[in-house]
Nanobody, 127 residues
Framework: VQLVESGGGLVQAGGSLRLSCVAS????????TGWFRQAPGKEREFVAA????????YYMDSVEGRFTISRDSARDTVYLQISSLRPEDTAVYFC?????????????????????WGQGTQVTVSS
């Protein structure tokens, strides 16, 4: 199974984008999906996560109310709607998935819990 992100781009502050994460090849069972981001010179950080069957959704504090994670199970696609963008949101956004039974319904904020990763999509927010 591979994860492929899309939807990034250059946007002005206050603008919106919708990022997509498509799983090519079906997971044989349930999985949780997370979005992480990494800005130049900074460590990768958790952004949002959604559990299997939309059991739980979590967000980092600075994006709460601006970002929304959702899933289309029929298409094996997870979306991250990002709105009210700020220059500090500029980063490469990565999609990640895990089938670990301990976290598929209560997704983790830790990157180490995810064992499938996409290549990332660049989001650049201009001021």
């Amino acid at each position: 199974v591979q994860l492929v992100e899309s939807g990034g781009g250059l946007v002005q502050a206050g603008g919106s984008l919708r990022l997509s994460c498509v799983a090519s090849g079906r997971f044989p069972s349930g999985y949780a999906t997370g979005w992480f981001r990494q800005a130049p010179g900074k460590e990768r950080e958790f952004v949002a996560a959604i559990g299997w069957k939309d059991s739980n959704r979590y967000y980092m504090d600075s994006v709460e109310g601006r970002f929304t994670i959702s899933r289309d199970s029929a298409r094996d696609t997870v979306y991250l709607q990002i709105s009210s963008l700020r220059p500090e949101d500029t980063a490469v956004y990565f999609c990640a998935a895990t089938r670990r039974s301990s976290v598929i319904f209560i997704p983790s904020r830790s990157a180490s819990e995810y064992n499938y990763w996409g290549q990332g999509t660049q989001v650049t927010v201009s001021s």
